[in-house]
């Protein structure tokens, strides 16, 4: 029996056959661009199709698969095994020997697929038995291994704009064949964009939430579609948020580089978007003390104590109250005056603590605790510097073969600016007390 178009869901019927039917990605399709050279060429090659959910890499698949005219297989990662896979590559392998064509083997979410599975592939890939097409939301970089992905194109995708998301739902709308257009509907402007902003860039979600808020309207017996609908078929975002995918760490690296760059506004959208996708707060409480250790620092010390208060002000509150707190300290820290400068003389100073022949610490920095050490040198010419009035003396505290060497070089950013201030005192003063006691000792 034949299915019931209207029983597919709307996101299906829908589906692009052609390139000329695919909005978005303009950058793969169109005249001189790959997909469009790749199949006036007619020469397939495999294709890992990269792209966050509903933006066409399934859909891209097909269309190439079509167009060849190859005997082609599509699988998902999570529902086949790999013991599944191999049989069908087995039959490729024959099928080439035969009729002397490839098959294409389209396999979505290859992500999911662990390394050892992926080697499965390779030889396959090689004598060009298969073309494979493969499918992730995720960087192939971490997910793929190097030897696939060295012998495949990776495609990335982009998240549908807001444009394209319009024409695909309006489409949708008029189409008699596959869409809605038998039904004669309508949607009003603050609806269509409600759709557009909730989709977040996928055309499946889009037209998921277009055909449940068209079964709501035509239910209560209306013949346009209205933000009430729309609503009532959203109940509640799923935000685009994967905390241990890449979508983490692109947001927690927006968020650094905002404060850093000492955007308040964009620092505070970066924070609300970690929130609304359910990162853990204590974690983003952790990055801003991070954040203020080592891109604030000395040019204003309170931004650590702000940042370390915030943290225990989630720890005492929870959310939602507590999220507050998180936000006043990414206001602070976004607009405090920047300096890194610890950050690099720290690095500067353990990069020779590690990697310099170990110095020994001069004898008259040594404390004399017994008869021996005493007998041996130790602490002998210290200075006590509060036995000066300067309260500092000319004594060099380095060791010898590193004297004269700078870690530290202040900003001159907030309170970094008082500090050079301070040292270039000290040092100057340090340097009329040498020569001040070598005058006396010349005199002696």
């Excluded at 309170?415 to 007390?433: F, S």
Aim: glycine fraction near 6%.
């Amino acid at each position: 029996m034949k299915e019931n178009p209207q029983k597919i869901p709307l996101a299906e019927r829908m589906r692009p056959r052609t390139l000329d039917e695919f909005f978005g990605q303009e950058h793969l399709i169109g005249k001189g661009k790959i997909l469009n050279t790749i199949l006036e060429n007619q020469h397939p090659v495999s294709i890992i199709f990269w792209g966050p959910p509903g933006s066409g890499k399934t859909t891209l698949a097909r269309i190439l698969a079509e167009k060849f005219k190859c005997p082609s297989v599509f699988f998902s990662a999570v529902l086949s095994g790999i013991k599944e896979v191999k049989e069908v590559m087995e039959e490729a392998k024959n099928h080439k020997k035969l009729f002397g064509k490839s098959t294409i083997v389209f396999i979505d979410e290859i992500h999911r697929f662990n390394k050892a599975q992926q080697d499965a592939f390779l030889p396959y890939v090689e004598r060009g038995d298969i073309i494979l097409y493969g499918s992730t939301t995720e960087n192939p970089s971490f997910e793929i291994i190097s030897p696939l992905l060295s012998r495949v194109k990776v495609l990335v995708l982009h998240p549908l704009s807001s444009e394209n998301l319009i024409k695909i739902i309006e489409k949708a709308l008029k189409d008699k064949e596959r869409g809605l257009g038998n039904y004669n509907l309508q949607i009003d402007k603050g609806a269509l964009e409600m759709i557009v902003i909730y989709s977040n860039g996928d055309a499946r979600r889009a037209l998921n939430t277009l055909e449940i808020a068209s079964e709501l309207t035509l239910h209560n017996k209306k013949t346009k579609i209205t933000a009430e609908e729309v609503k009532e078929a959203l109940q509640k975002r799923i935000l685009l948020y994967d905390k241990k995918g890449e979508e983490h760490y692109n947001l927690i690296s927006a968020l650094h580089k905002s404060l850093r760059n000492s955007d308040v506004d964009a620092s505070l959208y970066w924070l609300a978007r970690m929130i609304a996708g359910g990162e853990d707060p204590l974690y983003i409480a952790r990055r801003l003390v991070r954040f203020a250790i080592e891109d604030i620092g000395l040019a204003d010390p309170r931004a650590l104590s702000i940042a370390l208060w915030a943290k225990e002000a989630y720890d005492f509150l929870g959310s939602p109250e507590g999220e507050l707190a998180l936000a006043e300290a990414v206001v602070y820290l976004a607009s405090a005056p920047k300096s890194n400068s610890v950050y690099k003389a720290f690095s500067k100073v353990m990069k020779d603590a590690e990697e310099t022949q170990y110095e020994p610490v001069p004898l008259h920095l040594r404390n004399p605790e017994t008869p021996l050490m005493k007998e041996l040198g130790y602490g002998k010419d210290y200075l006590y510097a509060h036995n000066f009035k300067e309260k500092t003396t000319p004594m060099e505290s380095m060791p010898k073969r590193l004297i004269n060497r700078k870690y530290y070089e202040p900003g001159d950013l907030g309170l970094e600016k008082e500090i050079k201030k301070r040292i270039e005192y000290w040092n100057k003063l340090k340097e009329e007390m040498k020569k001040r006691l070598i005058e006396e000792g010349k005199k002696g």
